[in-house]
């Protein structure tokens, strides 16, 4: 994870949030086995549950006190997704809904790459809203897009009531099993203390291990299955935009060929001959830094986000993860 100064906090960026379904506490102790020493964040009734480590360098002198900043989105903010701008010159976004940071955001990405995931987030909103509403996108006014709101991170800094991040070490997370050793060895004698002290039981052992495949496996299928488009009509809605949205003519270029993914549309231009125009105007006429101009100034190309709506599925209809590791190879197709 990544930490940014807010104000007078510190903040976490890039935690690792998951599914607990109201027990947080076998998804700690699986990751306090794994080491690593985990930061953790809980939010709701334990629903969801946020972990993160630091690098050699911020691990060697951590600060006092880390926030989560997703964390503090969902507290402080309304239902929606939020975008920041990093230090590094990278954007960092995360979804919030019901009070509570959606797993599988809280990442960090480039600016094209944070524009496309938010345009995928907002149209499978829309495509399931019974109305058609999509939903909100906020982020400080330098950096806002068209149709989004604006939010100070430093206003949600001050007003944050939300717990600094809890460092996890393997000691503490057997805390529990140290207490059962010591309530059991009036009975079973020294011996007892070993045998607790040992960490899990292997039958404990083998359920973490299945927990961690498991998740590797939900999460390795709604990656890929968040990347396909819901249906071909994206194709319509490409050509649609690249007809509003690049003209066939513009200040001196003539529009020569479109390519579209369900992501993007790439379009190309080629310059007229002496043409009174210069290539700044052009970038400027179709919103300058979506427009690359070559070296030559005798070509263009305009690159046009689609929002297309993608595959989503409920982790519950996917939770009845393979067995046998060949057969997570057979369905993950590696």
Known sequence: MRL??????????GLSWRDAGGDADDLIEAEVVKGGNPYVSVLGNQDVVGFGTLDA?????????????AALCASAGDEGIYVIPLSNGRWWYTSVRNGLVVPGTDRADSMDGV????ANIVAASSAASETGESVKVYSPIEIRQVGW?????????????????KLMKKSSGQSLTIAAAVMVSALVGVAGWW?????PSDAEQAAMDAEAIRQAYVGSVTQTLSSIPFDHAWVNIAFRMVEDQAPAFAHGYTKTEASCQPASCSVLFEAAQNS????????????????????DGSGASYS???ATPTIVVDDSLIRAWPVLPDQLVDRLGV
């Open 304 to 306: 046009i986000a689609i």
């Open 4 to 13: 940014e100064t807010i104000g007078k906090r510190t903040f976490a960026f």
């Open 149 to 165: 709101n604006v939010f100070d991170p430093i206003a949600f800094e001050r007003a944050a009531k939300i717990k600094p991040l």
């Open 115 to 118: 524009l496309d995931a938010i």
């Open 195 to 199: 045998f607790f002290l040992k960490g």
């Open 276 to 295: 009174p125009f210069s290539p700044t105007e052009f970038q400027l006429s179709l919103g300058g830094s979506a427009v690359t101009i070559s070296e």
């Open 57 to 69: 360098a911020a691990a060697a002198k951590p600060p006092k006190e880390i926030f989560s900043f």
